[in-house]
């Protein structure tokens, strides 16, 4: 473990600019689960996982990304779909043959592509998932499996792709869990913690690994996933990456747990097993998304489908798919797709307290993504072209939220001086009645969208804006007050 005083020369750094100005990225699974791609439906993540705890999750877990747990679950879902579908013979590796194969042909340009059209400032790619195959040819050989990865530099062709079309590069990668590397099966609580590898063997690879990124392809964001090895050193490692990316952002999943296998620490934390998912129950609903143990040093957390209620003090960045998988799953129902309302509502709701949202798409094999993942990402790219003002480059207001006089939801950003009230839909009523507003003579407004000024006037105290008779079809509006307003 990492004496205290090797994080204090982090203290004060700050969270990039650009981070905090962009808002938006988008989260690419994609390796060998690509090609079975399924996964068991599940109608609400955050339901199953207050149910049924962490065990349930795991045995019905919706990422097609961790397929290769999933099959070797007995009796889970997946253990049969993989069963009915290929034979019990049929091994992980065969399918990491194939996306090989495919991947020399894949069309990553698209993939960016779409990350522009959604109006994203960065993307995420997993160079390594928990199934250890890598997107780009290391120099760093799996220690049980030999080469385990793509022969083509996946990484550097979507890096390239997506650096030409202004856009920044993140970084994915699996530093908690390689499941080849010790034939790990997580099944409840205690396995999620001893199977992630802590031997010198492991610690050289992974940090040879995450290294070899950093000198290759200088990401903007270093995204580790589940934990890091504990006696790793790791605060050299992040001295690394911040003299190679000065402006780099890293996230809070590097959290070291050091817990001796096969010793009395072992035994505690499977007794504990059947505690965890019991005490998981008795979170506050608002706790129990898919969140992580965080590094002394992050810039930013990471939970996973979660939503606050109030403006986070720290940035925040919630992490999901378009639907109910990171990775492409032929199992989803159109209806498990987040819709571009949705999504819409989604963002304005994130940035609003302070927060920016990494959406994951799932392509297939050959680079493509999709339909149904597209749609609802450029309708939000429409959105934003339309509203982003109101969104990129943003910062939180007083508060996050309000209900007008009609019903609408409403948020609200703040644009240098200027207050944005986003509206979540179409108001009711030609006049927006902001309860808890407060604007002082000469306010002017204008409908963000259009540039049509609005007229502003006060209604018992509270901030009244009169909309156009007829407003664009939007799933959400953009009021932008210049002027002294105040919370009353």
């Given at each position: 473990m990492n004496h205290p005083a090797d994080w204090e020369q982090f203290a004060d750094r700050a969270l990039p600019t650009w981070y905090d100005d962009v808002k938006l990225g988008i989260f690419v699974h994609w390796g060998p689960y690509s090609v079975p791609r399924w996964a068991p439906r599940v109608p609400d993540i955050q339901r199953l996982i207050?149910?049924?705890?962490?065990?349930?999750?795991?045995?019905?877990?919706?990422?097609s990304e961790w397929y290769l747990n999933s099959m070797r679950i007995p009796g889970s879902p997946?253990?049969?779909?993989?069963?009915?579908?290929?034979?019990?013979?049929?091994?992980?590796?065969?399918?990491?043959a194939e996306f090989t194969e495919a991947a020399r042909e894949a069309d990553v340009d698209q993939i960016a592509e779409l990350a522009a059209a959604a109006g994203a400032g960065y993307v995420v790619l997993t160079t390594k998932h928990h199934d250890g195959y890598t997107l780009w040819p290391s120099?760093?050989?799996?220690?049980?499996?030999?080469?385990?990865?793509?022969?083509r530099d996946l990484v550097?062709?979507?890096?390239?792709?997506?650096?030409?079309?202004?856009?920044?590069?993140?970084?994915?990668?699996?530093?908690?869990?390689?499941?080849?590397?010790?034939?790990?099966?997580?099944?409840?609580?205690?396995?999620?913690v001893l199977a992630m590898p802590d031997d010198p063997t492991y610690v050289a690879y992974v940090e040879g690994h995450v290294r070899e990124l950093i000198e290759r392809y200088a990401p903007s964001v270093l995204w580790n996933d589940v934990g890091w090895p504990a006696s790793s050193d790791l605060p050299a490692l992040f001295a690394e990456y911040y003299a190679a990316v000065p402006d780099g952002v890293v996230n809070d999943r590097w959290a070291q747990a050091a817990v001796k296998r096969g010793g009395a620490s072992e035994a505690v934390l499977r007794?504990?097993?059947?505690?965890?998912?019991?005490?998981?129950?008795?979170?506050?609903?608002?706790?129990?998304?898919?969140?992580?143990?965080a590094s002394p040093h992050h810039d930013v957390t990471t939970p996973e489908y979660a939503q606050l209620e109030e403006i986070a003090e720290h940035k925040w960045e919630t992490v999901r798919g378009v639907g109910h998988s990171f990775a492409a799953n032929r199992n989803e129902d159109p209806a498990d797709i987040v819709t571009a309302r949705e999504l819409v509502h989604m963002l304005i709701d994130v940035v609003s307290k302070n927060g920016n949202l990494?959406?994951?798409?799932?392509?297939?094999?050959?680079?493509?993504?999709?339909?149904?993942?597209?749609?609802?990402?450029?309708?939000?790219?429409?959105?934003?072209?339309?509203?982003?003002?109101?969104?990129?480059?943003?910062?939180?207001?007083?508060?996050?939220?309000?209900?007008?006089?009609?019903?609408?939801?409403?948020?609200?950003?703040?644009?240098?001086?200027?207050?944005?009230?986003?509206?979540?839909?179409?108001?009711?009523?030609p006049d927006l009645v902001v309860p808890g507003v407060r604007a002082e003579p000469g306010v002017r407004a204008l409908l963000?969208?259009?540039?049509?000024?609005?007229?502003?006037?006060?209604?018992g105290g509270a901030l009244c804006v009169r909309l156009p008779g007829r407003l664009p079809v939007s799933p959400a509006h953009v009021v932008r007050l210049s002027g002294e307003v105040g919370a009353g």
């Open positions: 207050h149910d049924g705890g962490p065990r349930r999750m795991l045995r019905e877990n919706p990422y997946t253990a049969e779909h993989h069963a009915r579908t290929y034979g019990p013979d049929h091994g992980y590796h065969r399918f990491s120099d760093h050989p799996h220690p049980r499996l030999g080469r385990y990865g793509s022969e550097a062709d979507l890096d390239a792709a997506v650096r030409a079309r202004g856009m920044r590069t993140g970084l994915y990668y699996s530093g908690g869990y390689d499941w080849p590397y010790n034939d790990a099966t997580l099944t409840g609580p205690a396995d999620m007794g504990l097993g059947g505690l965890a998912q019991w005490a998981w129950r008795l979170l506050p609903e608002a706790s129990r998304h898919l969140a992580f143990p990494l959406i994951g798409v799932g392509p297939l094999p050959d680079g493509s993504v999709p339909p149904e993942q597209q749609a609802p990402l450029r309708a939000l790219g429409q959105w934003l072209h339309a509203n982003g003002s109101a969104v990129r480059g943003s910062r939180p207001w007083h508060r996050p939220a309000a209900t007008a006089a009609d019903g609408t939801d409403l948020r609200f950003t703040r644009t240098g001086a200027d207050l944005n009230i986003c509206t979540l839909g179409t108001p009711d009523s963000v969208s259009t540039g049509q000024t609005l007229e502003v006037s006060d209604r």
